[in-house]
């Protein structure tokens, strides 16, 4: 392929990257254009962010411009690179660590406050690396949110419980969230402030903690009862969310517990096993010698799953769920046996005639992680075992493509589900 | 406690846009026919409140969206898609003769957007809205650097594109109040020029000395400008608004030192002594003040440079010209005969031959202060000329309308017009 470069040099003036909107909440979409090129060049296009934890990640694409010296992200083909064809949001969802990076790497936000900061570029030629070592022709800087202007977010610590509320702007009171992750603990804000930018007050529980004074099924009861209980919540409209080890305890509390009663709920990558005793140290109660490995000694835990889940005394009543529940499953999930949990729950449901309050989401290639849309896939990454404390490198699962296909299209319904319930059946108190 | 419960969903996207972006306001979840008022308010820099509202009537899906419904009245009426910025005025109550300008464009200009139920037209801070949003308005796009300018005894600011560059240049000039407005330098370069604002009025070198800069002082800039590493020395243009116009022409027409690639003249005029420089200019003004007409307390600049004169030394001569010019003027602009000017400068062209660099745009019943598209419109305005310091009310004109159109347009004419000779291609009218 012969590549014909560019020059800049000579005083002539450069193509211009535009990105619309640059700065956008990170599950709004973007149109990156490039104009003034000559006509018919082919054309490299590049991310690259600067992560929080100090790592590069990049993304790239091979284009040609038309006629015109334009190339158009959202309309053009891409030929090679970390995507190919028709991908408007390619430079985002297809991005991985450089070259030489560390293993193993999760690119996620901490900082809600601040925005990501993604470079987009475009260089001379069909080129796979140096990125850095060749000025580009042009880029533009873009601005990534998980915050909506005017979303309060407060920080919650009260006996026992950890986390960080956040509340939408506008009078209130509003729906609310409780926000469950998974089992690698920490408090992770970036799905609430996204959740409270659409509407939701959504509270970011941290509810893996060293501290043993506190058990976590309290943790849990009393964290939504403070969001039941907050002046811009509506007590009789709160749901709980949860991904992994949060689905679990969601699917469990739904069923079993006497003090939340959500109004609906959405569970990501879970399944309806009871988190064995009523402490933490319960909860990582596995059977860990069923772990397999792979071929790079990536952790599969889809067999741990199995055992636990395939003990009947194991399983949650979900005869009792009384909600609304929305599944969203991965059928490329090598961390946890979700899709099978999810039939037998549709099977249980339905034989005490409560089939129509579960709706399941299940895509294909698609791994454990399923996150807010245009976020990189990982196959694979770091992992500390709680309960052993082992670091070792998990595999979730499911290939680039398909993942992020699944994570848009099941943010959108996720949204929708929630808007549905939570909001379109208050009745307006709004006199005619 | 029966606390009131909205359903009510209103989302403004994007919620964070650059200043002549526009957004899509939508109200969605309430009952079908539901009569609602939209408000939009602001607080200045200096403290002043502004709002904006318009009334609506929800279809059958329980939907307003205030990009394809009619407002039924407010300070809009109509389809107006962006009438919530730019028919913002100050709350009833404050102060006359307000202006809307941000100072600090680093930080975004912030506007809460609330649903109020029924048709409204005041007290809107003592009821409870349904619906609320934040929306900001930035002047920079993100990686856009503003770089404060000292060499050479130039008060300025110069705006950097993103990127590694080199840009094209632009040399900013505002008009006869002085101080460095940036604003529009700022959103010049989130467009891909690099573009220096220019204070040539009110100078940290004329409030030490006392001294009015001179032709000098410009070249001095468009130097600074065409020998920066990120500029493409070879397009540079000049843009002027109001007495920057004639710095502008001045320069384009009779400087040995400044090849502009083209020039953007906003509500200006050619009429100046052609010997000298702005002191001159100046002076003219003030030999001429006998003809400034004050009415109902506002003052009328505009007779001041009338009747276009016949003496060619006090005229620039455009038919020298030798690069594009665009003209933006309104019709109804009562502070400069810039329509009255426009049609003198397309004569002399036309008989000097150099017609086809002209571009006039004339807008009906459009003021003086054509501006950046959505901002307010303030028919008159407290108004201290730079170094004067006798405050008046200025009458600039128009109707708030027609010369928020005129704004509109005028920006989108003018990036395309710079984008063609600056970068060299035409526009994608993709966004």
């Known amino acids: ?432 | 406690m029966d606390r009131t419960q909205s359903c009510v969903k209103l989302s403004v996207k994007p919620s964070r846009g650059l200043m002549d972006e526009k957004f899509v306001v939508l109200v969605q979840n309430v009952p079908p026919g539901f009569q609602l008022t939209i408000h939009a308010l602001h607080k200045c820099e200096e403290g002043h409140s502004w709002e904006a509202f318009a009334h609506y009537t929800a279809n059958t899906t329980g939907t307003v969206n205030v990009s394809e419904d009619p407002s039924l009245g407010g300070t809009y009426s109509g389809v107006e898609q962006m009438g919530l910025l730019w028919s913002l005025r100050p709350v009833p109550g404050s102060k006359p003769g307000l202006r809307m300008r941000k100072v600090d464009i680093q930080t975004p200009m912030e506007v809460t957007i609330s649903v109020y139920q029924g048709h409204q037209t005041e007290g809107f801070m003592d009821q409870v809205q349904l619906a609320g949003a934040v929306v900001e308005r930035w002047y920079m796009a993100p990686g856009v650097r503003r770089v404060p300018i000292t060499e050479g005894g130039l008060t300025a600011t110069l705006f950097l594109p993103s990127g590694p560059g080199p840009f094209p240049g632009l040399l900013d000039l505002w008009g006869g109040e002085g101080k460095l407005v940036e604003s529009r330098a700022a959103l010049l370069a989130s467009h891909g020029f690099a573009s220096l604002a220019l204070d040539y009025l009110t100078p940290k070198i004329t409030i030490e000395t006392g001294k009015i800069v001179d032709n000098s002082y410009f070249e001095t800039a468009y130097r600074v400008l065409e020998q920066h590493p990120k500029v493409v020395g070879s397009r540079i243009a000049m843009m002027g608004l109001s007495l920057g116009t004639s710095m502008t022409l001045k320069m384009a027409v009779y400087s040995q030192v400044m090849k502009l690639r083209c020039a953007v003249c906003i509500s200006g005029t050619h009429v100046q002594p052609i010997d000298g420089s702005l002191e001159e200019m100046l002076n003219f003004c003030r030999e001429n003040a006998g003809k400034i007409r004050v009415n109902e307390n506002q003052t009328i600049f505009r007779d001041l440079l009338l009747p276009i004169p016949t003496d060619p030394a006090l005229k620039v001569d455009v038919g020298r010209l030798q690069c594009p010019l665009l003209l933006v003027v309104g019709d109804d602009d009562e502070n400069w005969p810039a329509q009255e000017s426009a049609v003198d400068m397309k004569d002399m062209m036309e008989q000097a031959g150099n017609s086809h660099l002209l571009t006039v745009l004339l807008y009906p019943k459009a003021g003086h202060l054509i501006e950046p598209p959505y901002s307010p419109h303030a028919r008159a305005s407290t108004f201290v000329p730079a170094n004067s310091h006798q405050e008046l009310v200025a009458l600039w004109g128009g109707e708030t309308v027609a010369h928020s159109r005129a704004q509109e347009d005028a920006w989108r004419k003018t990036l395309v017009f710079l984008r063609e000779h600056l970068y060299g291609c035409t526009m994608t009218v993709e966004h």
């Open chain 1, 1 to 432: 392929m012969i590549s014909r470069q560019l020059s800049t040099m000579s005083g002539t003036v450069p193509p211009i990257v535009s990105v619309v909107p640059s700065r956008a909440l990170v599950d709004e979409k973007i149109k990156v254009l490039v104009e003034n090129l000559p006509p018919g060049s082919p054309v490299t296009l590049h991310s690259l962010h600067h992560s929080e934890d100090r790592d590069y990640w990049e993304a790239y694409g091979h284009y040609v411009s038309d006629h015109r010296g334009t190339v158009s992200v959202a309309k053009d083909l891409s030929f090679g690179g970390t995507y190919t064809g028709k991908e408007a949001m390619g430079l985002l969802w297809s991005m991985h660590p450089v070259p030489g990076s560390r293993k193993g790497l999760r690119l996620r936000k901490r900082d809600v406050c601040s925005p990501m900061l993604v470079n987009i570029s475009v260089h001379s030629g069909h080129i796979a690396e140096g990125f850095r070592q060749q000025p580009p022709l042009a880029s533009a800087l873009i601005e990534r949110w998980y915050m909506a202007p005017g979303v309060q977010r407060i920080s919650i610590k009260e006996t026992g419980v950890r986390g960080t509320l956040f509340i939408p702007p506008g009078p209130g009171p509003f729906p609310g969230l409780l926000d469950l992750w998974g089992g690698g603990g920490g408090l992770l804000e970036y799905r609430s402030s996204l959740i409270a930018s659409h509407g939701f007050a959504s509270l970011a529980l941290e509810y893996l903690s060293s501290d043993d004074q506190y058990p976590l099924f309290s943790i849990i009861e009393a964290a939504f009862s403070i969001l039941k209980d907050h002046p811009q919540v509506i007590p009789e409209r709160v749901g709980i969310f949860g991904l992994s080890l949060g689905s679990i305890l969601t699917i469990f509390f739904t069923a079993e517990s006497a003090v939340i009663k959500p109004f609906c709920c959405v569970c990501i990558s879970g399944s309806h096993i009871y988190p064995s005793g009523k402490s933490r140290k319960g909860i990582n109660h596995l059977k860990l010698n069923k772990v397999r490995l792979d071929e790079n000694n990536h952790h599969i835990w889809r067999d741990v799953g199995r055992a636990i889940f395939h003990t009947p005394s194991n399983q949650v009543d979900v005869g009792k769920v009384n909600c609304p529940m929305l599944l969203v499953n991965g059928l490329d999930d090598q961390n946890w046996p979700t899709v099978e949990s999810a039939e037998d729950m549709a099977e249980k449901m339905n034989a005490v005639g409560k089939g129509h309050l579960l709706t399941r989401l299940e895509y294909p290639d698609t791994g454990h992680l399923i996150e807010p849309p245009f976020s990189p896939h990982f196959r694979a990454t770091n992992f500390i075992v709680e309960a052993t404390k082992e670091k070792v490198i998990m595999l979730w699962g499911g290939q680039t493509k398909p993942h992020s296909d699944a994570q848009e299209d099941s943010w959108r319904k996720i949204l929708a589900f929630l808007q549905h319930h939570l909001y379109s059946s208050l009745t307006p108190k709004v006199k005619l």
